[in-house]
Every structure is written in structure tokens, then in C-alpha cells.
Antibody, heavy 117, light 110 residues
């Protein structure tokens, strides 16, 4: 069964860092590009970042560029999101999602990140 | 990238059909046949309903269909059921290897 499980969320002060993880199972992780998508409280979905299946390319939404870094370890079937210089407006549920034909076909259950002083 | 434009809410009675529009620009919806639609119930992860404008993933009811004309894509749900009540989001691949979501539409089944 195909599964994505996020972890690493929590409460953090503005300006601090946090690293999210997404453990994949049930499919050949190294064959798929992967995304991070977030949903701020009371708002809609926002695309955050994508990484190619082999890690050769990364792209970011403007609002995280220079602060967030997406990476992956195909030997561990795990996706990461390193979030630095966090802002209050980064508060959201963060989902990892599998890339399929420029859509997101498999989603994790999400992990909550709260940035607050 | 600006968010795609969706109506904030739509409603319909059981058995009826409704459509949700999703308007973008020539840099996203208008340039690529790569529009997808997601259903999200409260507290649950989004679910892919339509990809590449018109394609349904395995397991998604044929009551859900997609289309596109110019810079506007649409999701149509026929034979509305109570369980269709949820938030719906469109998304498009965009120039520069970005993805952009719509603001979301709350569907109420009366």
C-alpha cells in the first residue's frame, strides 16, 4: 500500500529553523519527483517546492525561496524540507505529495507547523 | 505567481449537477493542459480527482469530469451526493516549473 508519512512539525519561534521529514513506502521512491504543499489555517492550498526524482532539480515558490530547502535521500525513501528564518505566516499544515503527470497523486496526512513567539 | 481564481462557494441539491470554474492566465492554465483538481474534506489530506484537465485516476467516480477553454478550467460534478460536500481546489503547472493553486471552493450539498 502506498504511504507517505510526514513528521517534524511543532511550535517554533520566528526566525528559528525546523526540518520536516516525509517517509515513503509502497512504491519505488527514487522513480518519482516529490512536492511539499502547505495549507495555512483558514486559507487554501499553497505549493511550496518540488524536487526531481534523482534530486537533480529543485524549484520553490517565491515566498520560501532562499529560506527553505527541499532534499531527498533515495536510499532511505525519505523527503525533507529544511525551513530556516521561519515567519509567522509560515504557520500551516505541511503535506508531502508524490509528483504524477504534473499533479499530486498521493498525499501524506500532514504535519502542523506553528510559528509563534 | 498569483493564485488561480475560483468561486468561494457553490451549492446544489442531491442529484443535481454543479460546475466550479478556475481562471488563470496564459502563463499557467492557458499554456498547459496540466490542470488538476483536488477534493479535501475537513481534517483529511487532499485527494486527486482530475489530472491533465480531463483524466480521472483509478477509483474516482465518473460523476467527476474536467474541461478547459482558454485560460479557464472547470470541474463538473453530476448526480450530487452528500459526501461530495467538501473543499475543491484546482491547480495548474506554470511557466518556470512552478505550480499554482486556486483559492478553493466550498461545495455545499443542500
Amino acid at each position: 500500500q502506498v504511504h507517505l508519512v510526514e513528521s517534524g512539525g511543532g511550535v517554533v519561534q520566528p526566525g528559528r529553523s525546523l526540518r520536516l521529514s516525509c517517509a515513503a513506502s509502497g512504491f519505488t521512491f527514487r522513480d518519482y519527483g516529490m512536492h511539499w504543499v502547505r495549507r495555512p489555517p483558514g486559507k487554501g492550498l499553497e505549493w511550496v517546492a518540488v524536487i526531481w526524482h534523482d534530486g537533480s532539480n529543485e524549484y520553490y515558490a517565491d515566498f520560501v525561496k532562499g529560506r527553505f530547502t527541499i532534499s531527498r535521500d533515495n536510499s532511505k525513501s525519505t523527503l525533507y524540507l529544511q525551513m530556516n528564518s521561519l515567519r509567522v505566516e509560515d504557520t500551516a499544515v505541511y503535506y508531502c505529495a508524490r509528483r504524477y503527470s504534473e499533479a499530486f497523486d498521493i498525499w501524506g496526512q500532514g504535519t502542523m507547523v506553528t510559528v509563534s513567539s | 505567481q498569483s493564485a488561480l481564481t475560483q468561486p468561494a462557494s457553490v451549492s446544489g441539491s442531491p442529484g443535481q449537477s454543479i460546475s466550479i470554474s478556475c481562471t488563470g492566465t496564459s502563463s499557467d492554465v492557458g499554456s498547459f493542459n496540466l490542470v488538476s483538481w483536488y477534493q479535501q474534506h475537513p481534517g483529511i489530506a487532499p485527494k486527486l480527482m482530475i489530472y491533465e484537465v480531463t483524466k480521472r485516476p483509478s477509483g474516482v467516480s465518473n460523476r467527476f469530469s474536467g474541461s478547459k477553454s482558454g485560460n479557464t478550467a472547470s470541474l463538473t460534478i453530476s448526480g450530487l451526493q452528500a459526501d461530495d460536500e467538501a473543499d475543491y481546489y484546482c491547480c495548474s503547472f506554470a511557466s518556470g516549473s512552478n505550480w499554482v493553486f486556486g483559492g478553493g471552493t466550498k461545495l455545499t450539498v443542500l
